[in-house]
């Protein structure tokens, strides 16, 4: 068997891959300070040449560079999309060694961004090194993207993508990373909740007031309540006029994905200290509004005195953060519009809506082959089914690539663990995983190239 | 007439009075800061001695001592109610003049305090001392009750009067002061709105989560918005369950002195750049609502993240500061029995209630017999009706006296004016209005003892 083989050769460069991948999360890459931004991009530049890649080039951007290359030949075309930028360190006194340092212990190298995602950057890689070595060429075409700002929120990605469409074109694309689950199985989603983020503010006088006049001078903070209240009932509905008519229910096929997902309720329940979970859910009913429902959230208030004691004063302003997640159908344009229908229906209209961020809902079908190379090769490489997520709860960039190139998108990886703590001090990664990991992607580009 | 004689005295002494007014208000007493406490104290004790008073001591308390003094004779026995202490004058580079160097320029006295209540404490004094060396004796017991506490929330009166029922003893009450209005109307009110001051605070959980987790795991401040909507309706009407049911219209004998009520509406409008007052109410409705309503005001709001941009946070924890202006017959206790049964009706038991302060609501009759004397004490000197509020929208220790004593309690005063700037930079009076509130004092002495 070929993989036998591939898996002998990476066994025998365990140093040499350790070692690189060490090299490599030592070099900082903060990008929100300006902390080496250019020479990330030319050590990963430089990685790519290392393999192989043909054509390797810095895409410029209005912020950091994008690192672009190819290699292998022929069809199917993978695409790759990882970064190279990493989370700000700090607080440092919480690391016990440098952040920089890539410290080795207890079978675990710890540095920031070794798991969000330089430990999936290296894996790649390192995987066409040794499918190379073993086998001559790729069976398949795979071209990398890898951006620095995907820590402050990708703001030139979707510039770039709409620029570079031919560049870019593939048949599937492989995403920045993938877990191991609580019980070390792998896991593979097949996409990502849209976002919407923004603001609701309102003015209700030029200036806050002594509160005796609240008997009949409006009311800035009580205005900003009554909208609120209109947009969410206490069982958890979202009541925006015609939003939920967008929202489907689970296809039959990904009804079986459920069942493997694990969660662990009375733990989470323990830990947080909630005496149960939004409408008592549980089982297959908590995760499917978990998974394909979308969230209107409330993530901070703001409104007159807040110090201790009291003040009588009528507040002039208020404002809410809001939050919602977004499910396939719901693009974050109709939910603006939505929104500022509702309001204006309703008599809102001196409540102004502020947009900060915009993500598409991302979601891959579950017979796009990407999606079997990764599922097959998963299976073949741990000796179990993975666990399979038909989308994740969380979001990312992953739009400009699925409904922007119109390529199905599918995460996978096996290096992050579940104590990794990316965005957290003491930052690591298991080797054994990552180990795991370059043999996952080998047998996944074979997999997806039709190799035997 | 004898009031000829009493203001020919007051004429006489003019720069003798203001020259005292000025001594008086050189001293500061901020009590907050523990400032000239004990001095203003005794140099109050002093004045009260320097007209003939009795009994004059230092009642203490838990803070600042009570300066009580008596005068006069015969029945019947009115108290003043006055405070000794002060604001603090800062922001001190917003001053023209040293807010203790009683600078006189313009017609005007410049203090901190001079108009809130210092001037009110001398004027009340000085007409005594005239009183008695034109008249000889008082035709009626004057009691002087001066707190040191009214500008921090008179903390220690409710336990100063509950203690000192019998030397407190009275058949009416002469409040604290009052105001000229923007004509230069004398202003009578008999009553204060109560209060209550409160928090509703909310956790939800043990700790902030990543939004993702919005789908499943409760959220602080939707429970909180939506506790606060129940309470009331966009409308403006108080919703929560019997509250309303304790609301008197006002009494027919009181629609007369809303007529006589000032209440420049467009000029309001304008200043605070409003469209409108609540529900579009104006005139007399605009008035009843104003005075004869209940509020109930959120002053503030706080959950999670509101800062510049996003947070991605499901936040545990929401307050929202609120106070309950409070009428006749709503009792800070009955409105927290109502609210706490409301919240808990709906299933919010989850929202704590925090007390901050609380004052019953005070009102006297129309007839009694120390408002009929203020009233017809302005109209002579005056030469006018009065502008009588039956309740003011604000509040203030009054029922500590109305209730707890039994006392009808009435303001007048004549020396606070439109542009007094009371708390602000540059507090002020205006002579003249001063050598007249002596002489309403004066007048309003002789009319309550019955004399002429």
Redesign the interface.
């Known amino acids: 068997m070929p993989s036998d083989a591939f898996d002998r050769d990476v066994d025998q460069h365990r140093e040499e891959y350790l070692d690189a991948l060490k090299e490599y999360c030592r070099l900082p890459c903060i990008t929100g300070q300006g902390i080496g931004v250019r020479e990330s991009a030319e050590a990963t530049a430089a990685i790519l040449r290392g393999i192989g890649c043909r054509d390797v080039q810095l895409l410029e951007t209005d912020g950091a560079p994008v690192v672009y290359g190819r290699i292998g030949q022929g069809s199917p075309t993978l695409l790759i999309y990882n970064h190279y930028d990493v989370q700000p360190p700090e607080p440092l006194d919480a690391w016990d060694s440098d952040p920089f340092g890539s410290d080795e212990r207890d079978g675990k190298i710890y540095a920031r961004g070794i798991s969000d995602n330089r430990g999936d950057v290296m894996a790649r890689t390192q995987a066409i090194a040794s499918y190379r070595r073993v086998h001559g060429e790729l069976p398949l075409t795979i071209k990398f993207v890898i951006e620095g700002e995907e820590e402050i929120g990708s703001p030139s990605l979707p510039a770039l993508v709409e620029a570079h469409h031919d560049l870019l074109a593939a048949d599937g694309c492989l995403w920045e990373g993938g877990a191991l689950d609580g019980s070390d199985r792998f896991v593979i989603s097949l996409g990502l909740?849209g976002v919407l983020?923004g603001e609701l503010r309102v003015r209700?006088?030029?200036?806050d007031?002594?509160?005796?006049?609240?008997?009949?001078?409006?009311?800035a903070?009580?205005r900003?309540?009554?909208a609120?209240?209109s947009l969410?009932?206490?069982d958890?509905r979202i009541t925006i006029d015609g939003l939920m008519e967008h929202v489907r229910q689970p296809p039959e096929d990904e009804r079986a994905m459920l069942e493997r997902i694990p969660f662990d309720e009375a733990g989470m329940k323990a830990?947080?200290?909630?005496p149960a979970?939004?409408r008592d859910?549980s089982g297959i009913d908590?995760l499917t509004?978990?998974?394909y429902?979308p969230?209107c959230?409330?993530?901070?208030?703001?409104?007159?005195?807040?110090g201790p004691?009291?003040?009588?004063?009528?507040?002039n302003e208020?404002?809410?953060?809001i939050?919602f997640?977004l499910v396939p159908d719901l693009e974050p344009d109709l939910v603006l519009k939505l929104l500022r229908d509702h309001l204006d229906r309703r008599?809102f209209q001196d409540i102004e809506i502020v947009t900060?961020?915009k993500l598409s809902p991302a979601k891959a079908p579950a017979d796009a082959p990407v999606v079997q190379a990764a599922i097959n090769a998963a299976r073949e490489k741990y000796g179990e089914d993975p666990v399979v997520y038909p989308v994740?709860?969380?979001?990312g960039p992953m739009s400009y690539f699925s409904a922007g190139l119109g390529v199905p998108v599918v995460t996978g990886g096996g290096i992050w663990w579940s104590d990794a703590r990316a965005h957290a001090p003491n930052e690591n990664i298991r080797i054994d995983d990552y180990i795991m990991g370059i043999k996952w992607a080998g047998r996944f580009f074979a997999r997806f190239g039709g190799a035997e």
């Open positions: 909740k983020h209700s006088s030029r200036t007031m002594h509160s005796s006049w609240a008997t009949v001078v409006p009311s903070p009580w900003l309540t009554w609120l209240a969410k009932s206490p958890d830990d947080l200290q909630i979970f939004i859910l908590l509004k978990h998974l429902e969230t959230t409330i993530q901070g208030l703001a409104s007159g005195y807040s004691g009291l003040k009588a004063v009528l507040p208020a404002m809410a953060k939050e997640r008599g900060h961020a994740m709860a969380a979001s």
